[in-house]
Nanobody
Framework: QVQLVESGGGLVQAGGSLRLSCAAS????????MGWFRQAPGKEREFVTA????????YYPDSVKGRFTISRDNAKNTLYLQMNNLKPEDTAVYYC????????????????????WGQGTQVTVSA
């Protein structure tokens, strides 16, 4: 009952920045915890970050902590991912996802806990 559409991906050189957006429709946005995942060629889909329903709690693995920031604007039904100091290993298709089951970082980092997924947006970081 939720549709998610990512945008903002593209090609950037190492050290640069991008901001991804995820527009949600179909349900009240604040009902859902939201996450970002990424998948590189030949790799499994990887947890990037997640945010609680009203934005009070965020989670980051060490691979992105200090460089990426997740945020949400519930009035605009939009999720954001600000990515700074990008590295070639950040190259992947980035997906946003929504769920109602998560309450802690272990659940929010589990891709199987998410009910809805966007189509993905490509991020390519050149060396």
């Amino acid at each position: 009952q939720v549709q998610l559409v990512e945008s903002g991906g593209g090609l950037v050189q190492a050290g640069g920045s991008l901001r991804l957006s995820c527009a949600a429709s179909g349900r009240i946005f604040s009902t859902y915890s939201m996450g970002w995942f990424r998948q590189a060629p030949g790799k499994e889909r990887e947890f990037v970050t997640a945010i609680s329903r009203i934005g009070g709690t965020t989670y980051y693995p060490d691979s992105v902590k200090g460089r990426f920031t997740i945020s949400r604007d519930n009035a605009k039904n939009t999720l954001y991912l600000q990515m700074n100091n990008l590295k070639p290993e950040d190259t992947a298709v980035y997906y946003c996802a929504a769920q109602t089951a998560g309450t802690g970082w272990r659940t929010l980092a589990d891709r199987t806990s998410y009910d809805y997924w966007g189509q993905g947006t490509q991020v390519t970081v050149s060396a």
